[in-house]
């Protein structure tokens, strides 16, 4: 009797133990340091960084381009001549996909996931995908000049780099 006790409480220990384990070990995954970016959009003369205070003005625009309320008050860019270059946030699904964006006279020119916290939706990360958006700029409502064609399976991370993309 003790024995079949026994069995039973290491099952439900090991069961419970399995039912809280992460379901993800996949840790952040850091493709490209943000400072790294910078060092080559800027080819080793990174400019003093500036702030877009994000206003009331603003703050709308915000708002229809990222479909939600919730957004940075002010967003840190770095320019120099025509180019300007934006290190930008926005959740995937759960968690954060950090994206530099650089922009050259009104133009999208580099779309590149720095940093992947996503258990799913990785591909995004890969040039068959970022280099739809080079060369597309905004148009009338806060809409990208071509349309980005999606990946299976990461739709939410699609919608989050196209925001990203419009916001910058």
């Not at 290491?10 to 809280?20: F, I, P, Q, R, Y």
């Not at 071509?146 to 990946?151: A, N, P, Q, V």
Request: glycine share 6%.
């Amino acid at each position: 009797m003790i024995a079949r006790y026994k069995i039973y409480l290491h099952s439900l220990t090991l069961l419970t133990m399995l039912c809280v384990w992460p379901t993800s070990t996949v840790a952040d995954q850091v493709y490209l340091a943000p400072q790294d970016f910078l060092v080559e959009v800027f080819a080793n003369a990174v400019p003093e960084p500036k702030v877009l205070w994000i206003t009331k003005g603003l703050r709308a625009d915000t708002r229809a381009i990222m479909t939600h309320s919730k957004g940075p008050r002010r967003i840190r860019y770095w320019t120099q001549s025509t180019r300007s270059a934006w290190i930008l946030e926005e959740i995937g699904k759960v968690k954060p996909i950090t994206t530099g964006i650089v922009i050259n006279d009104g133009h999208i020119e580099r779309v590149t996931v720095l940093i992947y916290r996503e258990s799913r939706g990785w591909e995004v990360r890969h040039s068959f995908f970022t280099d739809q958006f080079i060369g597309a700029r905004l148009v009338e409502n806060h809409r990208l000049s071509r349309s980005i064609d999606g990946i299976s399976g990461a739709t939410l991370s699609v919608s989050a780099l196209t925001r990203l993309s419009r916001l910058a």
